[in-house]
C-alpha cells in the first residue's frame, strides 16, 4: 500500500482529454465546454507523484 496525493483539476483534465499527465499543457483549457485551469506546479507535482508510485514497481 502506498499514500499518494490526490490529483484533482488536473487529473481530471487529463484523463477527460485521453493525455498523460506529463503532456498535458497547463494553462486555461476547454473541456468539455467548460474552461478550467491546470496550473504548472500542480501538474510537476503529479507527474513526481506518479514517478515515485511506477518507480516502487
Known amino acids: ?3 499518494i496525493r490526490d490529483f484533482q483539476t ?3 483534465v ?5 493525455c498523460p499527465l506529463y503532456a498535458l499543457n ?3 483549457l ?3 465546454g467548460h474552461r478550467v485551469t491546470v496550473y504548472e506546479d500542480y ?3 503529479c507527474v513526481e507523484a506518479m514517478d515515485k ?3 516502487r514497481l
Open 14 to 18: 487529463a484523463f477527460a482529454r485521453g
Open 43 to 45: 501538474k510537476l507535482n
Open 1 to 3: 500500500m502506498v499514500d
Open 53 to 55: 508510485l511506477t518507480a
Open 30 to 32: 476547454d473541456v468539455m
Open 10 to 12: 488536473t487529473g481530471v
Open 26 to 28: 497547463s494553462g486555461k
